[in-house]
């Protein structure tokens, strides 16, 4: 009896002494790393995204008036009238008036909006090619994810998203869609086809491309924001809840 006792006692104390030894060979998360995700979170949230309505006219600085969060496609580059070879403005009398400007990487580029809007258009020149209200009922107006409406751009094909605020004035803010280099185009091609089924390899291509082609970074982040990544869902919402304070009414 006295046997037993001590070999049941010697099982016990192997068996705690184990648990350390099983805790150190645990399989490894598959969940990405903190630093990663960190970098994509303040990558998102620092993207150039605002457009002033009706443009900041002589200043792209200016603060103030009505500003329009456009958080795909992106990110916005502001530049002169004087710079930009194609200074149409949705507004004739709009001389003074900066040019937003995106550099597009898909042909169908998915449009994340972060402000309320009463109506959204996208031109060609001056032609419309689409356009959607707000319902006559509605009391938030036009906002978050809208799938591209159209067909893919062409290149050499300039477009222009014209967006008007819900509940104010008829002023508009608008960016002008140019599609990126050749290069470009092909490379997001690529990485989108080969990446948008293995969730961890695509975090590491967003995180890659951010110093280097931000377009691209930006694109496939909203591209598969909608799928099956709790972490990109999250980072999405946290980054059109923080539109609303950037919003200057």
Known sequence: MKLFQQLSLLVLLLGLVSQPLQ?????????PTESLMTKIRRFIGTQKRMVSVGAARGDSSKEEGLKIC???????????????????KYHEDDTDSWVYNVHIVDPSPVIVIGSPLAEIKILKGINLLWEKETDSTSTQGIQGRISWPLPPVQVGEVLRLAMRPYGKAAEWAVVKLNLASVNQLKLYKQLSYKNGKDHDELLNVIQDNIDTEPSIANALFWKFNSTSIPLLKQIGKEALQSCSSDTIK
């Open 70 to 88: 456009l958080l795909s496609p992106g990110p916005i580059i502001i530049s002169k009238p004087e710079e930009d070879s194609d200074s149409w």
């Open 23 to 31: 805790a150190q060979t645990k399989k490894p998360s598959s969940q």
